[in-house]
């Protein structure tokens, strides 16, 4: 039986494939909403440093805590 924090891990790791595939096909990471101009960023909270950190999160929850706590 899952509980509702494996849900959420479920979804937090689809959601994160979904953005690795759209990678892929884009050739670069989407930071920014859609209606701007495609920019390199790699800030913490909006850019690559922090889908990078969220990947490791999602990889090891036990190894990496959240910079908010």
């Known amino acids: ?3 509702k924090n494996d849900c959420l891990v479920e ?3 689809n959601r994160m ?3 690795i595939e759209r990678a892929d096909r884009n050739g670069y990471y989407l930071c920014l909403p859609k209606t701007m101009n495609p920019i390199f960023s790699p800030s913490l909270f909006y ?3 922090g889908i990078g950190y969220e990947m490791l999160r ?3 929850p036990d190894r990496i805590e959240s ?3």
């Open 11 to 13: 979804a937090a790791q």
């Open 67 to 69: 910079v908010l706590l």
């Open 1 to 3: 039986m899952k509980t």
């Open 58 to 60: 999602l990889a090891a």
């Open 17 to 19: 494939a979904a953005v």
């Open 47 to 49: 850019g690559v440093a």
